[in-house]
């Protein structure tokens, strides 16, 4: 993803989330301080940029010993399930905060996020978290 001059790479099984603004008032209209809001255990946002996946181990045949050097530099990984514009919730706690030109985001690994919903008409009143 380039931003500006600049590239961000995300590395391994990790992702980039854009996170949603947090709800800050409940159904019946009472305004939550921002410390109620970062206490809820799951986060929803929009997946921005994705990392390649796990790195597998390069196993060939006509290796002796899978501990020595290669031949073939090339890393093949297990890719990650979510996709760029993917809408996830995840586990809060497990996400990295990071700002990045005046922009928040959250890196967050593979293992916590728990749904991904995949489409263009998404309709973030449709689930209760």
């Known amino acids: 993803m380039r931003i500006g001059e ?42 921005i940029i994705t990392g390649p996946g796990t790195p597998m181990p390069s196993f060939t045949s006509d290796e002796s010993e899978p501990w020595q050097e290669s031949s073939d530099k090339h890393t093949r990984y297990i890719p990650v399930q979510a996709q760029a514009g993917d809408y996830a919730l995840f586990l809060r706690k497990e996400a990295v905060e990071i700002r990045y030109r005046s922009e928040t985001y959250l890196v967050v690994p593979q293992s916590a996020i728990l749904l991904l919903i995949r489409g263009d008409d998404i309709n973030k009143n449709a689930f209760e978290q």
């Not at 019946?28 to 109620?36: A, E, F, M, R, T």
């Open 6 to 47: 600049k590239e961000i790479l995300v590395v391994g099984d990790r992702v980039l989330v854009k996170p949603d603004n947090a709800e800050e008032r409940t159904k019946v209209g009472l305004v939550l301080p921002q410390s109620v809001v970062e206490k809820d255990p799951v986060q929803s946002g929009r997946i």
